[in-house]
């Protein structure tokens, strides 16, 4: 028996939000939701205007996109740039504080990407949705959640 694997590649922001232009970083996208909102006579998106690193977003998969959920409690999430190392939400504006925070990525990263990778895209989500609040507090992941970032369970 033949056995084929069917990869279904994990999507950062460029893959997840068809544009004109590729959107290849955060500041490609405020471009795009600026001229969305042009359209309808609505303001620019806020910019940033410093960074608060003892702040984190957490990256996450979401029906095989990579977003990581508003820090500041607002209820927005992003897309994430490939390789990103810092967050902005122009929901809230960081919280109306003007600030980007720290981008964490998962430990095991590369082999979570595998494993998840392996899985329809209907089923990739990281961590399990019980996980979800602790990876956020820094309390850690279920065994199963470890397990596929690769990690000792
Ligand atoms: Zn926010
Ligand atoms: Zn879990």
Same mark, same amino acid.
């Given at each position: 028996?033949?056995?084929?694997?069917?990869?279904?590649?994990?999507?950062?922001?460029?893959?997840?939000?068809? #544009?004109?232009?590729?959107?290849?970083?955060?500041?490609?996208?405020?471009?795009?939701?600026?001229?969305?909102?042009?359209?309808?006579?609505?303001?620019?998106?806020? &910019?940033? @205007?410093?960074?608060?690193?003892?702040?984190? #977003?957490?990256?996450?998969?979401?029906? *095989?996109?990579?977003?990581?959920?508003?820090?500041?409690?607002?209820? #927005?999430?992003?897309?994430?740039?490939?390789?990103?190392?810092?967050?902005?939400? @122009?929901?809230?504006?960081?919280?109306?504080q *003007?600030?980007?925070?720290?981008?964490?990525?998962?430990?095991g990263?590369?082999?979570?990407?595998?494993?998840?990778e392996?899985?329809p895209? @209907?089923?990739?989500?990281?961590?399990?949705?019980?996980? &979800?609040?602790?990876?956020?507090?820094?309390?850690?992941?279920c065994?199963?959640? &470890?397990?596929?970032?690769?990690?000792?369970?």
């Amino acid at each position: 028996m033949v056995n084929v694997v069917v990869r279904a590649p994990l999507r950062f922001l460029d893959q997840a939000i068809f #544009a004109p232009r590729p959107l290849t970083s955060w500041e490609a996208y405020w471009a795009l939701a600026d001229s969305r909102k042009a359209m309808t006579g609505q303001p620019p998106v806020p &910019r940033p @205007t410093g960074h608060n690193p003892t702040i984190s #977003a957490w990256a996450r998969v979401d029906d *095989g996109r990579w977003i990581a959920d508003c820090p500041h409690g607002c209820g #927005a999430a992003f897309n994430l740039p490939a390789n990103s190392t810092w967050f902005w939400c @122009t929901e809230c504006a960081g919280g109306g504080q *003007g600030h980007t925070v720290a981008l964490v990525w998962p430990e095991g990263a590369e082999r979570l990407t595998v494993n998840l990778e392996s899985l329809p895209t @209907t089923l990739q989500f990281w961590p399990c949705a019980a996980c &979800r609040p602790h990876l956020a507090d820094g309390a850690g992941v279920c065994p199963s959640c &470890r397990g596929m970032q690769g990690l000792e369970v």
